[in-house]
């Protein structure tokens, strides 16, 4: 497992991709569980309905293994989806435990509340690093442009948000 994390670690830092995890269905539940277990976590800090941790618990994962699988049957790359999608939800779950989880502990920690400038810049950078990390993997295993990848992954942040925000509805 210690194995398993280092290459999560060295794809964050941009060092490995995804063809450098082996197409295991176990893998890819193991690093499912992961990034669950993570969103668990970080739910608990936040004060939101059933029904947006339903969502972030079910629906996340599942609209997440989806368009990672469209976005590689448009490429012609399906085969590379085991280990595209465990390396999406494990570095996932390491940037989660790693760097979102300290991060919301320290903005609100100091008092912050969510609409402050200090949260937004903080949720920025957050993005920023998805953005990056999940677009590079998107760009290896489609052999495609990192712009490309950071398009794809950039839209379902968009989407995905989007359809928090319906969740979440007016008001909230």
Do not use: C
Not at 27 to 49: E, G, K
Not at 92 to 115: D, H, I, K, N
């Amino acid at each position: 497992m210690q194995q398993f994390l280092r290459i999560f670690l060295d794809i964050v830092l941009w060092r490995r991709g995804p063809q450098d995890l082996p197409p295991s269905a176990t893998l890819v539940w193991l690093t499912l569980v992961a990034y669950v277990l993570v969103s668990i976590v970080q739910l608990l800090m936040l004060d939101d309905s059933a029904i947006v941790w339903a969502f972030f618990l079910i629906a996340d994962p599942l609209l997440l293994a989806a368009w990672t699988w469209l976005v590689l049957k448009v490429y012609g790359r399906t085969e590379r989806f085991q280990q595209t999608i465990a390396a999406v939800f494990g570095t996932g779950a390491l940037l989660g435990l790693g760097l979102y989880l300290p991060l919301q502990l320290l903005v609100t920690g100091l008092g912050f509340g969510a609409e402050s400038t200090a949260a937004q810049v903080v949720a920025l950078g957050l993005v920023v690093v998805f953005a990056l990390v999940t677009g590079r993997i998107i760009k290896l295993a489609t052999d495609s442009s990192l712009f490309t990848g950071i398009a794809v992954a950039l839209t379902y942040f968009i989407a995905i948000n989007t359809l928090v925000g319906m969740v979440h509805g007016p008001g909230n």
